[in-house]
């Protein structure tokens, strides 16, 4: 039989154990809760009896107080005896555990001595046949083949010993993870039994990374970054979040000059020009831009700061951002209608800005 099959009759037999012990710990577990509900039952019977009695209310009250005192005084019997029970669970649980302990220790001596003892008798056939082949009249050349074809024999035989052993050893402790596992499902239904919560088990601690000559390069500092990744800030303008930005861009003009001694032409630089941008959005139904735009038009200049910002890959920690300073709308630009179209309704708003400036996160 090979080890996937022991395992899954390890499996069946594990699993057919908590099906049968299932049913059982639940029909106890029932008994004892209506044990100790006919207890609170037999108390208030006793206390309505009492009540409905002919007795002068101080006997009444002193027939109550005797019966809160049994009833106290069973509860508490039952708490201890319940508390009993835990611990002999318990105890079972540690002495069961051991027992596998000491059956898997066993189990592995058995193994090793197995194997040692079938490599004496590999050992003992192979000297054997090298002594036979010694005495033999064969040339020295055939011996010397022969020989060492025994001894690698003798070798691929002790590899496979050791791969039979490295598996009976894991069936061995795989047998041992089960029956603790069958232990401890017992030990739970029998604390569940008892009306016990079965114990947390901790959580699993996280594994160490494996120790490297050099440390991984994590910060990702020459990654290309991704361009639908960002955000607009337009100032005191709400007007929706914006799905493209076009035109980021900066330069300085080209001054040329020539002396009259000069051979060629020279290049200096000259004033510092901003780009106008281009900002795109879905349409909502809201005024914001165009009222902007509606406002330069009346000659009421009204110049707002803007920022795109470059995201991570989270979508919230900023990379870098590009302000651009005192812009103003010089062109808005309507979507285009089609009812042959599903697309969505653009709207483009161009700007026209006095500085930039890249500010590092």
Same mark, same amino acid.
């Given at each position: 039989?090979?080890?996937?099959?022991?395992?899954?009759?390890?499996?069946?037999?594990?699993?057919?154990?908590?099906?049968?012990?299932?049913?059982?710990?639940?029909?106890?577990?029932?008994?004892?809760?209506?044990?100790?509900?006919?207890?609170?039952?037999?108390?208030?019977?006793?206390?309505?009896?009492?009540?409905?009695?002919?007795?002068?209310?101080?006997?009444?009250?002193?027939?109550?107080?005797?019966?809160?005192?049994?009833?106290?005084?069973?509860?508490?019997?039952?708490?201890?005896?319940?508390?009993?029970?835990?611990?002999?669970?318990?105890?079972?649980?540690?002495?069961?555990?051991?027992?596998?302990?000491?059956?898997?220790?066993?189990?592995?001596?058995?193994?090793?001595?197995?194997?040692?003892?079938?490599?004496?008798?590999?050992?003992?056939?192979?000297?054997?046949?090298?002594?036979?082949?010694?005495?033999?009249?064969?040339?020295?050349?055939?011996?010397? @083949?022969?020989?060492?074809?025994?001894?690698?024999?003798?070798?691929?035989?002790?590899?496979?010993?050791?791969?039979?052993?490295?598996?009976?050893?894991?069936?061995?402790?795989?047998?041992?993870?089960?029956?603790?596992?069958?232990?401890?499902?017992?030990?739970?239904?029998?604390?569940?039994?008892?009306?016990?919560?079965?114990?947390?088990?901790?959580?699993?601690?996280?594994?160490?990374?494996?120790?490297?000559?050099?440390?991984?390069?994590?910060?990702?500092?020459?990654?290309?970054?991704?361009?639908?990744?960002?955000?607009?800030?337009?100032?005191?303008?709400?007007?929706?979040?914006?799905?493209?930005?076009?035109?980021?861009?900066?330069?300085?003009?080209?001054?040329?000059?020539?002396?009259?001694?000069?051979?060629?032409?020279?290049?200096?630089?000259?004033?510092?020009?901003?780009?106008?941008?281009?900002?795109?959005?879905?349409?909502?139904?809201?005024?914001?831009?165009?009222?902007?735009?509606?406002?330069?038009?009346?000659?009421?200049?009204?110049?707002?700061?803007?920022?795109?910002?470059?995201? @991570?890959?989270?979508?919230?920690?900023?990379?870098?951002?590009?302000?651009?300073?005192?812009?103003?709308?010089?062109?808005?630009?309507?979507?285009?209608?089609?009812?042959?179209?599903?697309?969505?309704?653009?709207?483009?708003?161009?700007?026209?800005?006095?500085?930039?400036?890249?500010?590092?996160?």
């Amino acid at each position: 039989m090979s080890l996937d099959a022991v395992n899954e009759s390890i499996d069946k037999a594990k699993n057919n154990v908590k099906k049968a012990t299932d049913g059982a710990a639940a029909d106890l577990k029932k008994a004892r809760e209506d044990g100790e509900a006919k207890i609170s039952e037999a108390k208030a019977k006793a206390d309505a009896k009492i009540e409905s009695s002919k007795l002068p209310d101080p006997v009444k009250k002193a027939a109550k107080d005797a019966n809160s005192a049994a009833h106290k005084a069973a509860n508490e019997a039952v708490d201890k005896a319940k508390q009993e029970a835990k611990g002999a669970v318990e105890d079972a649980e540690k002495k069961a555990n051991e027992a596998i302990d000491e059956a898997e220790k066993k189990a592995k001596a058995a193994v090793a001595k197995a194997e040692d003892k079938v490599k004496d008798e590999v050992n003992k056939a192979k000297e054997g046949m090298q002594d036979a082949v010694n005495d033999s009249k064969l040339p020295g050349p055939v011996k010397n @083949a022969i020989n060492k074809g025994l001894d690698q024999l003798q070798g691929i035989a002790n590899k496979e010993l050791a791969k039979l052993a490295q598996d009976a050893n894991k069936m061995v402790g795989d047998l041992k993870e089960h029956a603790k596992d069958v232990v401890a499902d017992l030990k739970d239904k029998a604390l569940s039994v008892l009306g016990f919560e079965a114990a947390k088990k901790p959580a699993d601690l996280p594994l160490k990374p494996p120790k490297l000559g050099k440390p991984a390069n994590t910060s990702r500092k020459f990654d290309h970054q991704g361009a639908f990744r960002f955000r607009v800030e337009l100032g005191g303008v709400a007007a929706g979040t914006f799905t493209a930005v076009d035109g980021l861009s900066a330069q300085v003009e080209l001054i040329e000059y020539q002396g009259g001694a000069d051979q060629f032409v020279r290049q200096m630089p000259g004033r510092p020009k901003v780009a106008p941008i281009v900002l795109k959005k879905g349409y909502i139904n809201t005024s914001a831009l165009w009222d902007w735009l509606q406002a330069t038009m009346d000659g009421k200049l009204k110049l707002e700061n803007v920022s795109v910002v470059l995201l @991570a890959d989270n979508n919230e920690t900023e990379l870098v951002r590009y302000n651009l300073t005192e812009t103003w709308p010089s062109r808005w630009n309507g979507f285009q209608l089609d009812a042959n179209s599903s697309n969505a309704m653009i709207e483009e708003l161009e700007l026209q800005a006095r500085t930039i400036s890249r500010v590092a996160a």
